[in-house]
């Protein structure tokens, strides 16, 4: 006789652990995440939360190999697709939730195709500038980026408040010399 799964309430599964959840998701004692679980409050919380379990715990991998692996069929395999729906975020996205600094688009694997793209699109966007006295790259804010149809640059592949210096060094590192920016340290969420 086959053993019946202990129901839960909506309002149960999100006063759990986050953790404890997630382990129960895994195991197929809870099917899925409740409806709206990754779009609250304590959504960030949760986010970090379990995946530091998936990668420190679960999987026990090295950021450097995780760089290699992320993406979101990895992260739908291990259950996790939810968080990509429900916050409309990319991967890099997510990780930065998670792992604040350690991670950039140029780093990743899953990005290497889309990698020569983002960086013409950059560049485009450089050139619009590029004939204004004493140009540097610091003026540019991300409403330019949205101004120039590349909102989907900005907002898919940083977090926000991420600074144009930062963009730059990770996808565009010669931008820096031609254009100029005060040197800034990467900002950590």
Do not use: H
């Given at each position: 006789?086959?053993?019946?799964?202990?129901?839960?309430?909506?309002?149960?599964?999100?006063?759990?652990?986050?953790?404890?959840?997630?382990?129960?998701?895994?195991?197929?004692?809870?099917?899925?995440?409740?409806?709206?679980?990754?779009?609250?409050?304590?959504?960030?919380?949760?986010?970090k939360d379990?995946?530091?379990?998936?990668?420190?715990?679960?999987?026990?991998?090295?950021?450097?190999?995780?760089?290699?692996?992320?993406?979101?069929?990895?992260?739908?395999k291990?259950?996790?697709?939810?968080?990509?729906?429900?916050?409309?975020c990319?991967?890099?996205?997510?990780?930065?939730?998670?792992?604040?600094?350690?991670?950039?688009?140029?780093?990743?694997?899953?990005?290497?195709?889309?990698?020569?793209?983002i960086?013409?699109?950059?560049?485009?966007?450089?050139?619009?500038?590029?004939?204004?006295?004493?140009?540097?790259?610091?003026?540019?804010?991300?409403?330019?980026?949205?101004?120039?149809?590349?909102?989907?640059?900005?907002?898919?592949?940083?977090?926000?408040?991420?600074?144009?210096?930062?963009?730059?060094?990770?996808?565009?590192?010669?931008?820096?010399?031609?254009?100029?920016?005060?040197?800034?340290?990467r900002v950590?969420?």
């Amino acid at each position: 006789m086959e053993e019946k799964k202990k129901s839960y309430t909506r309002q149960e599964l999100y006063d759990m652990d986050p953790v404890a959840l997630y382990k129960m998701v895994l195991n197929n004692e809870v099917t899925e995440f409740p409806f709206e679980y990754w779009t609250t409050s304590e959504s960030r919380k949760r986010i970090k939360d379990i995946l530091e379990y998936l990668i420190e715990v679960y999987l026990r991998i090295s950021y450097t190999e995780l760089s290699k692996v992320a993406s979101r069929s990895f992260f739908k395999k291990y259950k996790l697709g939810g968080m990509y729906t429900a916050n409309n975020c990319s991967t890099i996205c997510i990780l930065n939730i998670a792992f604040p600094g350690k991670f950039t688009v140029g780093k990743l694997a899953c990005y290497n195709q889309k990698l020569t793209t983002i960086r013409r699109d950059f560049k485009w966007l450089l050139g619009l500038f590029k004939d204004m006295p004493k140009f540097q790259l610091d003026i540019i804010t991300e409403e330019d980026f949205i101004d120039n149809n590349l909102a989907y640059f900005y907002d898919l592949y940083y977090t926000k408040g991420t600074s144009i210096y930062d963009i730059a060094e990770d996808i565009y590192p010669e931008a820096i010399k031609l254009y100029g920016c005060p040197k800034r340290k990467r900002v950590k969420k």
